[in-house]
């Protein structure tokens, strides 16, 4: 009698599909992602941009257990054209998102004291205090006014420039070349000089705060006395930074987002007026709920060959997670479509899983309740001042949002 060892044969990979860059409006959640959901786990894309195909998985278990494996790396996606979304790619030493372990933990030590719930309480009043500066300019003014250029663009620059310690005089420049750098529009060379000038700016910045002695708690003093006792190099440095003051922009559209949530589901927006104690869980509904981003972020290079679903993918094969779809799988997150203010548990992975979880993920949710509750307790019977249909939604970009949100109260 003979023993015979089997080894378990990987499925044959599913077809490589072209995933387009749509322009959608509202909070529709995109179709084509809904599509490739249905057509299985783990399946494969090409996007506009790059070189080649990526494997995309979309269910919460996949996507957690990828973003926890030292075998998939950030780090690998900087030395080759993996398949993306974005038209430029230029990856900077020190960026987070590009490190892997041990060197990501080192970089974020850097700039962590920053980013505390610590931090974020110290935070609080100054951010309220920036925030009712804004709303009474609103009131004062009186209806109709558009929110996203009256308060929700203008607050998170605030909030940011504070935290990274941006002053005043540059406040308005810096924001024009982070708004540049996450807009599709411009192509390559737009978006190329809008980097090159707010990375020269970073440069100067860090340079002029570096000193060992250094006791400032924003990010470029922290980052400069970093660099002044070698624990960063000061490439490293101004890599860090950058995506770090690029992040206000996040905050502007996502909560767009919910607001016009709110605005189109009045039943939603009293139970929020009524129950202020109880605004956290609904928040973190919207914040599942939300199409953050179009398409994919970015991906991920197999170190290894690993075994998934019954595919086998193999080393140096690209691979990208969807957050937006892991939220809304159905085995995780009953009737995920619906928007459930009594959601419980509700395990969402809005900012992101594993090493790579958000670095400013407690500020953003701070900045979120501020302005969402300071909005709907100072205008009373807040609405829009037009048609859901006629709201103006953001074109060509990675992070989607309303590009104007005209509302009366």
Not at 128 to 136: G, H, I, S, T, Y
Not at 162 to 167: A, K, S, T
Not at 241 to 266: D, F, K, S, W
Not at 367 to 389: F, I, K, S, Y
């Amino acid at each position: 009698m003979t023993d015979q060892t089997t080894t378990p044969t990987a499925r044959t990979p599913p077809p490589v599909r072209d995933w387009p860059a749509l322009d959608l409006d509202g909070t529709e959640f995109d179709p084509f992602l809904a599509e490739l959901m249905r057509e299985g786990p783990l399946t494969r894309i090409r996007l506009p941009h790059g070189e080649g195909w990526a494997w995309l998985a979309t269910r919460h278990d996949d996507v957690k257990t990828i973003t926890n494996d030292p075998r998939f790396s950030r780090a690998e996606v900087t030395k080759r054209q993996v398949t993306r979304m974005a038209p430029h790619f230029k990856p900077r030493p020190g960026s987070l998102a590009f490190a892997d372990q041990p060197g990501h933990n080192r970089l974020r030590r850097a700039v962590a004291g920053a980013f505390t719930v610590g931090a974020a309480k110290r935070l609080r009043p100054r951010a309220q205090e920036l925030l009712d500066d804004l709303v009474d300019g609103v009131v004062r003014d009186g209806p109709p006014a558009d929110l996203v250029e009256r308060v929700l663009e203008p607050f998170p620059i605030a909030v940011v420039s504070e935290v990274m310690g941006v002053p005043a005089a540059d406040r308005e420049r810096v924001h024009s070349w982070t708004r540049q750098i996450i807009s599709t529009s411009g192509g390559f060379e737009g978006a190329e000089r809008a980097k090159n000038s707010l990375y020269g700016w970073i440069t100067d910045t860090v340079r002029s705060r570096a000193r060992a002695d250094a006791t400032g708690e924003d990010v470029y003093s922290l980052l400069g006395a970093a660099v002044a006792r070698g624990e960063v190099a000061e490439a490293e440095a101004i890599g860090l930074a950058g995506p770090l003051q690029i992040g206000g922009e996040a905050v502007t559209h996502n909560c767009g987002q919910m607001l016009y949530l709110l605005l189109t589901r009045p039943q939603l927006a009293a139970r929020m007026r009524a129950r202020p104690e109880a605004r956290g869980p609904v928040l973190d509904e919207l914040l599942r709920y939300i199409p953050h981003r179009s398409s994919v972020g970015l991906a991920r290079i197999a170190l290894e060959d690993v075994d998934l679903r019954g595919h086998r993918i193999r080393a140096g094969e690209a691979v990208y997670v969807s957050y937006l779809a892991a939220n809304r799988d159905p085995d995780v997150f009953p009737d995920p479509d619906l928007i459930d203010p009594d959601r419980d548990p509700n395990p969402h992975l809005a900012f992101g899983n594993g090493p790579h979880y958000c670095t400013g993920a407690v500020l953003a949710r701070m900045q979120l309740e501020l302005l969402v509750g300071t909005l709907l307790d100072r205008l009373p019977g807040l609405r829009l001042a037009v048609p859901a249909e006629q709201v103006a939604w953001r074109r060509k970009t990675m992070i989607r949002g309303p590009r104007t949100l005209p509302c009366t109260w």
